[in-house]
């Protein structure tokens, strides 16, 4: 479903033309479109309707608009910080479909997660368990926990977004982890219920994802002989996302497919942690252009929006498509399109063939994931609005940032 299309040369989002929402609005802006978010979620929920459940990543967009949405839809969450679980819960999620990830839980964390009661933790080290274990025992309450295992598995990614590797800081060693399940069984205030893995983001073959199934059945089955019984089993991240037209994609349903056929007579629950492809597609960021410079070699597009607003091409070399909100007749030329920033990495996409002008408005594409959540202040720039359209509406569900904002938390000296 792409809620993004032109009509007569002007692009939409929904039913709204984006440059009404640009006008209405300011940029640089994210606008969201709900039919996108919730169409995206529903092909995760039909594809796992007798297997399992959604948690959406929260990382990947977290305002508190688009998880309401979700939670409306009876979405579960992966969070992976105390503030993204205070989001879910402000939100309207239910904490008892809330799993908790990353290597770095704090104590408060474990405490605040415990007293909501939520699904269970993600454990990526014997220490975590250890302290998990230690702040139920002073709650007088059982954990609920998932053992996060790597499984040595090249997801083929980009390598700053690839987790299951033996040399990445995640998860626990597959070859050590039925010592580690021994422990937890042996541990008073420890509940041991699942499996857990993730292997990367913007995976675009499904090979990886079943050979890391492969070993973590393998490893279920081990641990049934020992007498440990697993009821879930976490398999982490959604699909990649088509961010060019001719990048390949895998099929969720033939990917739930496998997994089911794979999984057999194992009673066991599937949990996914989709975030990039519930919400990338659905967003874009606009930008205006403010200035055109051209020297010998380069045509330069400076525009409103930057590196501090959209961080993805700077970090990863990400490529994501560049859209005028109106098309114009005329010649083409190259571009390379770049923020107000300071820094040479300042720039949102290169060498692209455009026909624009100074002022208009420029759709970056897929900017719904990973985009405002990994947004900054520097340069002491405000951070930007975010918008989310539902038919010919739009709800403001982020205000843009004013000079207030940044020095709010800031103290002269006595
Ligand atoms: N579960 C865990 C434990 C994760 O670490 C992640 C993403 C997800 C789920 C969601 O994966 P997804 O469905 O979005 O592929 N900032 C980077 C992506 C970082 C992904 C980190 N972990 C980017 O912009 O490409």
């Not at 709204?16 to 606008?31: C, F, M, S």
């Not at 800081?169 to 219920?193: M, P, R």
């Not at 033939?254 to 919400?279: F, H, K, N």
């Amino acid at each position: 479903m792409n809620p993004f299309q032109y009509r007569d040369n002007e692009l939409y989002i929904e039913e709204l033309p984006l440059t009404e929402v640009a006008a209405q609005h300011g940029t640089p802006l994210y606008v969201y479109s709900r039919q996108a978010i919730e169409t995206a979620w529903h092909g995760y929920a039909d594809a796992l309707k007798d297997h399992g459940m959604v948690c959406y990543a929260v990382k990947a967009n977290s305002n508190i608009g688009v998880l309401n949405l979700l939670a409306r839809l009876g979405s579960g969450f992966d969070i992976v910080s105390v503030g993204e679980l205070e989001r879910v819960l402000t939100a309207g999620g239910d904490p008892s479909k809330v799993v908790f990830s990353g290597v770095g839980k704090q104590v408060d964390e474990i405490r605040r997660a415990l007293e909501v009661g939520i699904h269970c933790f993600n454990v990526e080290s014997v220490a975590e368990l250890q302290r998990i274990n230690e702040v139920a025992g002073t709650m007088d309450m059982q954990a609920p926990v998932s053992i996060r295992v790597n499984p040595d598995v090249d997801a083929k990614t980009h390598p700053y977004i690839s987790t299951g590797l033996k040399q990445n800081k995640f998860g626990i060693d597959i070859n050590s982890a039925e010592q580690v399940y021994a422990l937890a069984a042996s541990l008073a205030h420890i509940n041991v219920i699942g499996v857990d893995c993730h292997i990367g983001s913007q995976i675009t073959d499904v090979t990886p994802f079943l050979d890391a199934l492969d070993r973590l059945l393998a490893l279920i089955d081990r641990l049934a002989g020992k007498g440990i019984q697993i009821r879930h089993l976490d398999l982490g991240g959604g699909v990649g996302v088509q961010y060019q037209q001719d990048e390949p994609v895998v099929s969720l349903t033939d990917y739930v497919q496998q997994i089911v056929s794979r999984l057999g007579a194992r009673a066991l629950t599937l949990i996914m942690e989709p975030g990039r492809s519930i919400v990338a597609n659905a967003g874009v960021l606009l930008t205006r252009v403010e200035y055109l410079k051209q020297n010998d070699e380069h045509n330069f597009a400076i525009v409103d929006g930057a590196m501090n607003d959209l961080i993805r091409p700077s970090l990863y070399q990400a490529w994501q498509d560049v859209k005028p909100l109106q098309l114009r007749t005329g010649t083409s030329h190259t571009w390379d399109i770049v923020g107000p920033i300071c820094e040479t990495t300042d720039f949102l996409a290169k060498g692209r063939q455009l026909v624009i002008e100074q002022g208009d408005i420029l759709a970056i594409m897929d900017s719904g994931a990973y985009g405002f959540t990994m947004a900054s202040n520097y340069n002491s720039r405000p951070r930007v609005a975010e918008i989310l359209v539902d038919g010919q509406q739009t709800h403001v569900v982020r205000r843009r940032e004013i000079f207030a904002d940044l020095i709010a938390h800031e103290y002269l000296i006595e």
